[in-house]
T-cell receptor, first 116, second 114 residues
Framework: AQSVTQPDIHITVSEGASLELRCNYSYGATPYLFWYVQSPGQGLQLLLKYFSGDTLVQGIKGFEAEFKRSQSSFNLRKPSVHWSDAAEYFCAVGPAGGTSYGKLTFGQGTILTVHP | NAGVMQNPRHLVRRRGQEARLRCSPMKGHSHVYWYRQLPEEGLKFMVYLQKENIIDESGMPKERFSAEFPKEGPSILRIQQVVRGDSAAYFC????????????FGQGTRLTVV
C-alpha cells in the first residue's frame, strides 16, 4: 500500500532563513508527486508537481522540490522564507498513468512557523 | 473560469441529522474526488466519481456515507445520522481525464456535529 511520511510535524524558522521540508513515500510504481500548502481554515493550493523529466521542479512563491528516486524522497525547499509562508504543508503522491489523477495519498502535514 | 465550488463552507448538524455537502467541479472537469480531513491530520481519500458512476469508493466508511455525481448538477456527499466523530473538513477535488494533469481542490466544507 502506498504511504507518505512527513517526519517533521512542526518546523520553526526565522524570516529570511532557508527551509527544507522532508517527504518520503512508499509506492508500488513511479508516482506523481505534489506539494500543497494550506492556510488555516482554507483549502489546498498546489505549490508544485512532478510528473516526469527534470527531477528539480520549480513551483510558485519561490519554492522548489527535488525528486530522488533512490531515496524515495521529494523534499521541498525555499532559499529565503517570508512571514507569509507560515502555513501547513502537505506532500502527496498519486498514480502515474490511468485516469484517477486526483486519487492522492497525503502525508500528515508539516506546520511551518516563521519568526520575525 | 470559476474554481471548484463547495457549499456550504460551514455546516452545523445535531447528532442524528443528515448532512449534505455539495461540490461543483471546474468547468470541463468530469472527475470528482472527495477527501476528509480530521483535526490535525492529513487528507484521506474517500471516493472517486465520474458522471453517474462511482469509480472507487475504497475510502468510504461502510455505513451512513454515500456519494453521487449525477448527469446534471453538483456532486453530493451525504452523511446520514451524523455522529460527533464525523466533525471534519471535507474537501472536493476535480480533474479532467487528460494525462499529466493535477486535480484542483475546493475550499472545503467544515462540518461540526453538536
Amino acid at each position: 500500500a502506498q504511504s507518505v511520511t512527513q517526519p517533521d510535524i512542526h518546523i520553526t524558522v526565522s524570516e529570511g532563513a532557508s527551509l527544507e521540508l522532508r517527504c518520503n513515500y512508499s509506492y508500488g510504481a513511479t508516482p506523481y508527486l505534489f506539494w500543497y500548502v494550506q492556510s488555516p481554515g482554507q483549502g489546498l493550493q498546489l505549490l508544485l508537481k512532478y510528473f516526469s523529466g527534470d527531477t528539480l521542479v520549480q513551483g510558485i512563491k519561490g519554492f522548489e522540490a527535488e525528486f530522488k528516486r533512490s531515496q524515495s524522497s521529494f523534499n521541498l525547499r525555499k532559499p529565503s522564507v517570508h512571514w507569509s509562508d507560515a502555513a501547513e504543508y502537505f506532500c502527496a503522491v498519486g498514480p502515474a498513468g490511468g485516469t484517477s489523477y486526483g486519487k492522492l495519498t497525503f502525508g500528515q502535514g508539516t506546520i511551518l512557523t516563521v519568526h520575525p | 473560469n470559476a474554481g471548484v465550488m463547495q457549499n456550504p463552507r460551514h455546516l452545523v448538524r445535531r447528532r442524528g441529522q443528515e448532512a449534505r455537502l455539495r461540490c461543483s467541479p471546474m468547468k470541463g472537469h468530469s472527475h470528482v474526488y472527495w477527501y476528509r480531513q480530521l483535526p490535525e491530520e492529513g487528507l484521506k481519500f474517500m471516493v472517486y466519481l465520474q458522471k453517474e458512476n462511482i469509480i472507487d469508493e475504497s475510502g468510504m466508511p461502510k455505513e451512513r456515507f454515500s456519494a453521487e455525481f449525477p448527469k446534471e448538477g453538483p456532486s453530493i456527499l451525504r452523511i446520514q445520522q451524523v455522529v460527533r466523530g464525523d466533525s471534519a473538513a471535507y474537501f472536493c477535488a476535480s480533474s479532467t481525464r487528460v494525462s499529466n494533469t493535477e486535480a484542483f481542490f475546493g475550499q472545503g466544507t467544515r462540518l461540526t456535529v453538536v
